[in-house]
């Protein structure tokens, strides 16, 4: 089906280093009830392209929907032009970045298949839940939606490189609010921004438990609405999965993009704590601490074959052991840190949010490895200690360091016994002592695949799909707080 | 033939492919959102990604009654646009069949059709490009340039239509002067000028002398606080997200819900949507035309929200032309007494918050809000810059900081164009005052 493309990109006048092209198709629905009313159906299509050029240590690109031989050879000029323009003029040589041409195939769960989406049958479902939330008249506001998301990519490179890819997403979600005296509590399944977020087809939908959800969630907001607030002081804090992903994401993904610490950063999303001279020595977390790039989850929102530079992606361990290995850097960034005689290695993780936007380093699938203790092994633990789950609230500074979280629900813990709920449940703390402090990790059991399409960074910016996996954990001594008094 | 009538003139023609196309008891709007933006990204005062984006994305909405699906698309901005449309119409159609009777579509029924186009007064972005790489020479700059022209457009089947049409610069820089100690410098505009951004670098480096200071770090407490306007906009952002939304307001999810519910911020404080003052086209995507102001909080009491078309069908009251987010995209805030020269004699010993980052709410309802400084921030004493600050945490509300704390805020506004860029280039804005705090809560 690419192969007339195929043929218009191998017909450029590709007199330069280096070119790629990288087309990305997406289709796009979703379907959602609110309020036990139909939404309208909303459906999205992305065609479009973008070609790269490396030229005499210059690099430029030009994005174009238009894809006839005029529409990419104008784009190739355009690319070729800003290439030109930016030779000597660049942060980095480009033309010592050893971009390879690789050629296969990668297709995720699912992806190739028929997808059965009829939508009476899953409006329906979503109309079940919906009518399920309304328990009491203090539910004054309750949606379900499930969106669903097909990805076909393609790159090219003048050098023969040609890589197919292919993805099929869906996103269930699920929340209900509660109000009464001027207080309002939202409860969601797996967090109010698509925490369950995974490739894969109509399998996705139970995974993520969302028959049934709309009951427990709605009953779980009434819960909130008349729960004391989360006590304050510093205690045992246990978090869940859906809370685990924000704080991978936050203080450790982000903190380890080798584009930030570059610098590249500094004016949106900003830097880093973690300098270039701490990988190999650095303590960054405690020794139960082991977090990996692993795009082998295929069922993780992020996993893929090559990233958008045709790196191949392989499981790579970024912390080991507590200790820091490797950045999140793909082939250009690495290749940067290599001009200062470092040699850190990196991840496939140079990637686009789409055909209109360039590669930049993302995190991908970036998990926390499995421990060996039972939730109730890790709750009877904690003598003085908070439960929290589902993330709501996240604030990071300029370096990824001085961080505050909350959640939707808490749980108190006492004596290594599971009590009364409370609301507003905050965390503050310092990432680089804060994961030193992981006392212990949940096993297999524990874990959950969350994720987020939400991811934004950049300039131009860019939201893009993450995928994080991760068990229940305990840290110690850390500063929790509630709500308004 | 130049870009602009290029681009109106293919949306007229779909758009009349579309009305050819029709079958009876059919309509249709289409939203279309383009631009051929380049981008240029810095670092280290050098370029680190350049290239061109040229996109233009159509929504097209076929309604049926009370029934309707949407298709957002790509055009390629060739004649296969026609046939794409037409193919689309077909499986709207198609699709239609599953949509259900929605009871909150309501479509703009006036003719209001409008055209506002600026034209492109913009040199090469290679030469925007070499005079700041020339000034910033020397210097880390960091940022990113965006140049080119943005449209919209909007037709439905009543025969309305509507263009709307720039092009611009926007270069949102830092300039770093060590670690995480910068200068945050930003402008927009129609027309180039390269002595201006010379002026702006040069002005920047005086700035960051300051910076190279010893840090001072705070402990966590209250400290008195001046807020420039770029500090403000970050709260105003935050405030943004649901916080006028007519909807969240009913479904009581905004973070004003006290604010709704009777509770006051200081009298001195009045905000509005003010689209006549903004960047934004004057229709939004069901082709409502915005009023030029919507009062939200007038003398500290709310005093307005954004009404989507879909909010006022479902509470069956007035639409203000708001989008479905129900944000505002001109913000504004009125000024008060103080002169911007006096802010640091009015401060006398506190913190100068040049920026403020990350911002989340700790909890909602309470309108209690977190957030980092961020940038050239420092610490005063007597009127005096003493030391540049290291970063800290604040967790506070906002009825204390426009309300209780409030001691003053600035004579003269601050307008601030959007740098953002998800999806396509913002045309959101926010004009601000400075705000002077008696006290500002820090945690970490």
């Known amino acids: ?485 | 033939m130049s870009m602009h009538q290029d681009n109106r003139q293919h949306f007229y023609a779909l758009a009349d492919r579309v009305t050819s196309q029709l079958h009876a008891g059919e309509g249709f709007t289409l939203w279309l959102q383009g631009e051929t933006s380049d981008f240029v990204r810095f670092n280290h005062g050098l370029v680190r990604q350049a290239g061109q984006v040229a996109q233009v994305y159509l929504t097209i909405r076929l309604v049926q009654g009370q029934k309707h699906i949407s298709q957002r698309v790509v055009l390629t901005g060739q004649a296969e646009d026609a046939e794409q449309v037409s193919a689309v119409l077909l499986d709207l159609r198609a699709a239609l069949v599953d949509a259900a009777q929605d009871p909150h579509l309501l479509l703009a029924e006036t003719v209001n059709s409008t055209e506002s186009i600026q034209p492109n007064q913009l040199p090469p972005t290679e030469q925007i490009v070499e005079d700041i790489i020339a000034a910033a020479a020397g210097s880390d700059v960091v940022g990113i340039l965006a140049a080119g022209p943005v449209f919209f457009g909007f037709a439905n089947h009543y025969g309305q239509r509507n263009w709307h049409e720039t092009a611009s610069w926007n270069f949102d820089w830092s300039l770093y002067s060590h670690g995480d100690k910068a200068v945050k410098r930003g402008g927009a505009g129609f027309v180039w000028d390269a002595a201006a951004i010379r002026a702006d670098i040069a002005a920047a480096r005086t700035q960051a002398e300051l910076l190279s200071r010893p840090a001072h770090s705070l402990a966590p407490g209250g400290y008195r606080a001046y807020l420039t306007p770029s500090a403000l906009g970050e709260i105003a952002a935050l405030l943004n997200w649901g916080g006028f939304s007519e909807k969240s307001l009913r479904t009581k999810r905004s973070s004003l819900l006290k604010l709704a519910e009777g509770a006051a911020f200081s009298p001195s404080v009045s905000m509005a949507d003010d689209s006549a003052g903004g960047l934004e086209p004057s229709f939004q995507q069901e082709g409502f035309i915005k009023p030029a102001r919507i009062p939200l909080v007038a003398e500290g009491r709310l005093a307005g929200s954004l009404v989507s078309p879909r909010t006022a069908r479902e509470y069956d009251i007035p639409s203000n032309g708001a989008s479905a987010q129900e944000g505002s995209e001109s913000f504004s805030m009125a000024g008060g007494d103080l002169p911007q020269a006096d802010a640091l004699k009015a401060l006398g010993t506190g913190l100068y918050i040049s920026n403020l980052w990350y911002l989340n709410f700790s909890d909602r309802p309470a309108a209690r809000i977190t957030g980092m400084t961020r940038f050239a921030c420092f610490w005063v004493e007597n009127g005096e810059i003493v030391a540049p600050l290291n970063v800290m945490r604040f967790d506070d509300s906002l009825y204390r900081i426009f309300g209780s704390e409030l001691e003053a805020l600035t004579r003269e506004t601050e307008f601030l164009a959007d740098a953002g860029s998800y999806g396509h280039r913002s045309s959101a804005s926010q004009r601000l005052p400075g705000l002077l705090l008696k006290d500002l809560k820090l945690v970490l």
């Open chain 1, 1 to 485: 089906m690419f192969k007339p493309l195929i043929q218009r990109f191998r017909a450029l006048e590709a007199s330069v280093d280096f070119c790629s092209l990288r087309l990305v198709e997406e289709q796009s629905e979703s379907l959602a009830v609110r309020q036990s009313v139909p939404q309208p159906i909303e459906r999205r299509t992305e065609r479009g392209a973008m070609i790269t050029v490396i030229h005499r240590g210059g690099y430029g690109y030009a994005a174009t929907a238009d894809l006839s031989q005029s529409g990419l050879a104008a784009a190739f000029e355009r690319a070729k032009a800003w290439a030109q323009a930016t030779a000597g003029r660049s942060v980095f040589d480009y033309s010592k970045a050893a971009l390879t041409h690789p050629v296969g195939q990668y297709h995720g769960p699912a992806a190739a298949a028929e997808l059965d989406w009829d939508r009476k049958i899953l409006m329906d479902l979503l109309m079940s839940e919906s009518e399920a939330c309304r328990l009491d008249e203090r539910i004054v506001d309750w949606g379900v939606n499930l969106d669903r998301l097909d990805v076909r990519q393609l790159y090219l490179t003048s050098g023969g490189g040609e890589v197919e890819q292919s993805f099929r997403a869906l996103i269930p979600a699920l929340s209900a609010t509660a109000y009464a005296d001027g207080d309002s509590q939202t409860r969601s399944l797996g967090g109010q921004y698509n925490g369950y977020c995974r490739q894969g087809g109509l399998e996705v939908i139970d995974q993520s438990g969302l028959r049934g959800a709309g009951r427990r969630v709605a009953d779980e907001a009434l819960q909130l609405l008349t729960a004391p607030n989360c006590p304050s002081g510093k205690q045992d804090l246990l978090l869940m999965p859906s809370q685990m992903m924000l704080q991978i994401h936050e203080s450790i993904g982000h903190p380890l993009e080798l584009d930030r610490i570059l610098g590249d950063e500094r004016n949106y999303a900003g830097t880093s704590f973690v300098s270039l001279d701490m990988f190999g020595n650095y303590q960054y977390g405690s020794p139960l601490l082991n977090v990996t790039y692993d795009p082998s989850r295929s069922n993780e929102f992020a996993a893929y074959g090559w990233d958008d530079d045709g790196t191949p992606a392989e499981k790579t361990f970024l912390i080991r052991n507590g200790q820091l290995e490797h950045p999140l850097g793909g082939t250009i960034s690495q290749a940067r840190a290599g001009e200062r005689g470092l040699d850190l290695g990196g991840v496939a993780n140079s990637r686009a949010c789409n055909w209109n936007r360039a590669p930049i380093d993302r995190m991908a699938n970036l998990n926390i490895e499995a421990g060996d203790q039972t939730l109730e092994q890790l709750v009877a633990g904690i003598e003085h200690g908070v439960l929290m789950d589902t993330n709501v609230s996240w604030s990071i500074d300029d370096s990824r360091n001085k961080f505050q979280f909350s959640c939707e629900w808490g749980r108190v813990i006492e004596n290594g016994e599971l009590k009364g709920v409370v609301k507003n449940p905050g965390y503050r703390g310092i990432s680089a002592t804060f994961w030193r402090s992981l006392k212990a990790v949940g096993n297999q059991g524990t874990d959950d695949v969350m994720g987020t399409p939400y991811c934004g960074k950049g300039e131009p910016n860019q939201v893009i799909r993450v995928g994080h996996a991760s068990p229940a954990c305990v840290f110690g001594d850390v500063e929790v707080f509630g709500g308004e008094v």
